[in-house]
């Protein structure tokens, strides 16, 4: 595992996620979308769901992070061991669940939750958070790998622009496990300064996978021109 680790080093990994409802939620064609971003050189892939898990794991030979979104509380990436476990037999190498600060469905500190996937599977944990504490407070809990994915999704933190490299470079000083930028990483540029604050690895997933707000942002742009005419 530790190799698998050293596979994702200063390498990109591509989020292939989509929303309910929408016309790209089917495993088959995150599958199609997983081939196509490995195509272009991701050196892993994020998904989420256990369908879309075991199809991209049977199809994609690179490094998959997998998670499971459920339920309507502020826990859903993950939120309890049970679903831990389920990401990681549907084939997923690292498990990605929530590492922030709140409370978890089924009663279990974080702690406990990794330390169960490590003994019971083997898969890694990747402990998405939302500030500086919940990252220290997740590598002491046993996290594989620390993100910044929740950082202004929570209700304690202030949503930027763009990727939230103060706390990449925060936690890139402070922890001895392999820090994750993941968040709001719109350009290329972007991703490399998340490289140049810290990080181990990069995830982009909706600028490169999510074709619905890519349109919006340049119909936005369109529009806007067309109005200044």
Not at 108 to 118: F, N, P
Not at 128 to 139: H, M, Y
């Amino acid at each position: 595992m530790n190799a698998l680790v050293d596979q994702l080093r200063h390498r990109l990994v591509v989020s292939c996620q989509a929303y309910p409802g929408e016309p790209m939620r089917d495993p088959d064609t995150m599958r199609r979308v997983a081939l196509a971003t490995a195509r272009g050189g991701a050196a892993g892939i994020r998904a989420q769901g256990l369908a879309d898990i075991a199809a991209i794991r049977a199809a994609v030979d690179l490094p998959l992070i997998g998670l499971w979104k459920d339920g309507d509380d502020d826990v859903f990436i993950t939120p309890t061991l049970e679903h831990a476990l389920a990401v990681a037999d549907a084939g997923a190498h690292v498990v990605a669940l929530d590492g922030t600060s709140r409370p978890r469905p089924d009663g279990r500190t974080l702690a406990d939750t990794i330390a169960a996937v490590h003994e019971r599977t083997g898969a890694l944990v990747m402990a998405d958070c939302s500030t500086f504490d919940e990252g220290i407070a997740a590598a002491a809990a046993g996290a594989d790998l620390v993100g910044t994915t929740l950082s202004g999704y929570t209700a304690y933190t202030t949503k930027g622009d763009g990727p939230d490299l103060d706390l990449v470079a925060r936690l890139a000083a402070a922890v001895d496990v392999p820090v994750v930028a993941e968040g709001r990483i719109h350009t290329p540029e972007q991703a490399a300064q998340a490289l140049r604050a810290g990080a181990w690895t990069v995830v982009v997933g909706t600028a490169i996978t999510h074709p619905t707000t890519i349109t919006g942002w340049f119909a936005s742009a369109v529009r806007e021109a067309a109005s200044c005419r």
